[in-house]
């Protein structure tokens, strides 16, 4: 798995402007693209977003992949509707579904997963009014982010102990002890967190 | 004052609990994310792969319950809004939550609850092959929790009619969900005869 996540860097203004703004904008600019009832403006929206990401100046070799991804997603939905309610909505659902995208990957792209976190613990505030807590959850989220790729040597681990004792893939030989070692590794983080004090209130 | 002191250690031993609490849903998510970029098993007769991804979910639900299962999904789709790619496909970013296929993911958190709430029903009156049965149960009953709201999302979001809908966001699927609420019914009943005290 990439560390960095989706983010690619650069100094564009886009990579920039705060990412709070940038998660605002893109609130807003989806719900501007959802008002569309055209095919006109639906691709003008295309347009305007294909150029947001351009001046982003992420290297094609990056965008690339995505964007066949998008183009066979979209191609298939843009099929099912044409037949099903004709071709003026079809675009207009095309121009919608792909403006937002890339709009949203553009954010994505141009912003650290660091940032991205504080924006989160900002958007979480609201959790305050229902007894939550925001910097609790945006820490559980910082924990989880890293204990991905423990949770993957906990996959390789158990894998190499089942080919060791010569028996082939199965549930009780894969399964099983996956989940029983995120577990136990759950033990000691939460002891870990006790010892340091964590999480504060 | 011993009032103030017992009320003290009681605030700690609650803070305490929090903070194992978090762990268990962290490494949930963790795990779910885990088992989405893990290569699935080839669908028997067909060329569409499948991620594990729904076992994790289902597992999250039934093994730390409605509440932390629910809370474990959420946070795996907060990994994907802050651009981890830890969605299917080595996807992440805002753009896979606000797709058409993003209705799923928020049915995930349902499902995970439901799930959830239905396992420890399960686990509270009953041990061995006749749990395992019972969380089977348990299990599948995520399955159309998910379809509710990925399938009408989908619907909407491509605008195609509700049946066509159902035919592409849900019967290619529900084979191999099937399959993954047993794996995960069969997974839960061990993990709750070596682990008992985690279901108390």
């Known amino acids: ?201 | 004052m011993p009032t103030d002191a017992s009320a003290a250690v009681s605030d700690t031993l609650a803070q305490d609990n929090r903070a194992r609490d978090m762990a268990q849903v962290a490494v949930f998510a963790a795990l779910i994310a885990a088992l989405t970029l893990v290569p699935g098993v080839p669908l028997i007769g067909s060329s569409v792969p499948f991620t594990l991804q729904t076992l994790g979910v289902t597992l999250a639900g039934a093994v730390l319950g409605p509440r932390k299962g629910a809370l474990a999904v959420l946070v795996y789709l907060a990994m994907i809004a802050v651009g981890l790619p830890v969605a299917s496909g080595y996807k992440g970013g805002l753009g896979v939550l606000t797709g058409p296929t993003g209705g799923y993911l928020v049915g995930f958190v349902l499902a995970a609850a439901v799930v959830g709430f239905l396992s420890r029903l399960v686990l509270r009156r009953a041990q061995g092959a006749k749990a395992t049965g019972g969380l089977l149960l348990a299990c599948l009953a995520g399955i159309p929790v998910v379809y509710a709201v990925g399938v009408p999302w989908l619907a909407a979001f491509a605008g195609m009619p509700f049946g066509r809908a159902l035919q592409v966001g849900a019967l290619v699927f529900l084979i191999g969900d099937v399959i993954k609420a047993a794996i995960a019914a069969v997974v839960t009943s061990a993990v709750a005869r070596a682990l008992p005290q985690l279901f108390r």
Do not use: Y
Request: glycine residues 10%.
């Open chain 1, 1 to 201: 798995m990439n560390p960095a996540g989706v983010f690619v860097p650069g100094t564009t203004w886009l990579h920039r402007v705060s990412a709070g703004v940038k998660v605002g904008g893109l609130f807003a600019a989806v719900l501007l693209v959802l008002l569309i009832r055209t095919p006109l403006l639906a691709g003008l929206a295309v347009l305007v977003a294909g150029v947001v990401l351009a001046s982003a100046r992420i290297p094609w070799s990056v965008v690339r992949g995505g964007l066949r991804g998008l183009a066979i997603v979209l191609g298939v939905l843009f099929l099912v509707q044409w037949w099903a309610s004709g071709l003026d909505d079809a675009a207009v659902t095309l121009g919608r579904g792909a403006a937002s995208i890339l709009l949203a990957w553009t954010v994505s792209m141009t912003t650290r997963v660091a940032a991205m976190l504080r924006v989160l613990e900002v958007g979480l505030r609201p959790l305050t009014w229902v007894g939550a807590s925001p910097e609790r959850a945006a820490l559980t989220v910082a924990l989880a982010i890293r204990c991905v790729p423990m949770v993957l040597d906990a996959v390789r681990q158990a894998n190499e102990a089942r080919s060791a004792r010569g028996a082939r893939p199965s549930v009780s030989s894969l399964a099983v002890p996956v989940v029983i070692r995120s577990l136990r590794m759950a033990d000691g983080l939460g002891e870990a967190l006790v010892a340091r004090g964590q999480p504060r209130d």
